[in-house]
């Protein structure tokens, strides 16, 4: 059991530019989620795949918002444009549908825009 | 519109004492809760979880309640250790669908 993976860890860029975020999720689970997190606050849902549909997105996303999960395995967050409002702490999360299901979470992605 | 929330920013308990955490949901719907814990500059960790066909849920040190009358449910983690010091966030999910919504969690010192 490997985990989340998210890459990269930090990311700094300026103000207008594109960035891109990759998550892993753990091989077997077939839901994906996309979190964001702000300094005290608790994570905010973004977006959620089951297998490679996305199935809802937050209206907390802007048009500069998208992701895709390719195939139903690694998932990409890429914003456009970006904007000042939009550092934080991306999360990515990953689950198993049944009972009993609970969320595991990467360790994040830091998004910092000068 | 906060569905779930968490009134106590912070919380300092000794170390070796009972650490209460709690948690009220206001959606009547919400029949799935999680508490996961989180370190600086990682991701949450599961804790522990309930159904809301249980009152309590019990897992070593960590013990969930909910009340579904109130609509709050609490995390008892006993005793404390000064390496459970870290944000506690409670989170909930409706029967049916897969969104959890997370409260905006609670600072847990713990004071050796």
């Known amino acids: 059991d490997t985990g989340v993976s998210q890459d990269p860890r930090h990311k700094i860029t300026k103000r207008g530019q594109n960035v891109t975020f990759r998550c892993d999720p753990i091989?077997?689970?077939?839901?994906l989620y996309w979190y964001r997190q702000t300094l005290g606050q608790g994570p905010e849902f973004l977006t959620y795949f089951q297998n490679e549909a996305q199935l809802e997105k937050s209206r907390l996303l802007s048009d500069r918002f998208s992701a895709e999960r390719p195939k139903g395995s690694f998932s990409t967050l890429e914003i456009q444009r970006t904007e000042q409002g939009d550092s934080a702490m991306y999360l990515c999360?990953?689950?198993?549908?049944?009972?009993?299901?609970?969320?595991?979470f990467g360790s994040g992605t830091q998004l910092s825009v000068l | 519109d906060q569905q779930v929330k968490q009134n106590s920013p912070s919380l300092s308990v000794q170390e070796g004492r009972i650490s209460i955490l709690n948690c009220d949901y206001t959606?009547?719907?919400?029949?799935?809760f999680l508490w996961y814990k989180k370190y600086p500059a990682e991701g949450p960790t599961f804790l522990i979880s309930?159904?809301?066909?249980?009152d309590k849920n019990e897992d070593g040190r960590f013990t969930v309640f909910l009340n579904k009358s109130a609509k709050h449910l609490s995390l008892h983690i006993v005793p404390s250790q000064p390496g459970d010091s870290a944000v506690y966030f409670c989170?909930?999910?409706?029967?049916?669908?897969?969104?959890?919504?997370f409260g905006t969690g609670t600072r847990l010192k713990v004071l050796a």
């Open positions: 091989s077997e689970h077939n839901r």
């Open positions: 999360a990953s689950s198993k549908q049944g009972i009993g299901e609970k969320l595991f």
């Open positions: 989170a909930a999910r409706s029967s049916g669908t897969y969104k959890y919504i």
């Open positions: 309930i159904s809301s066909i249980k």
């Open positions: 959606n009547s719907m919400f029949d799935y």
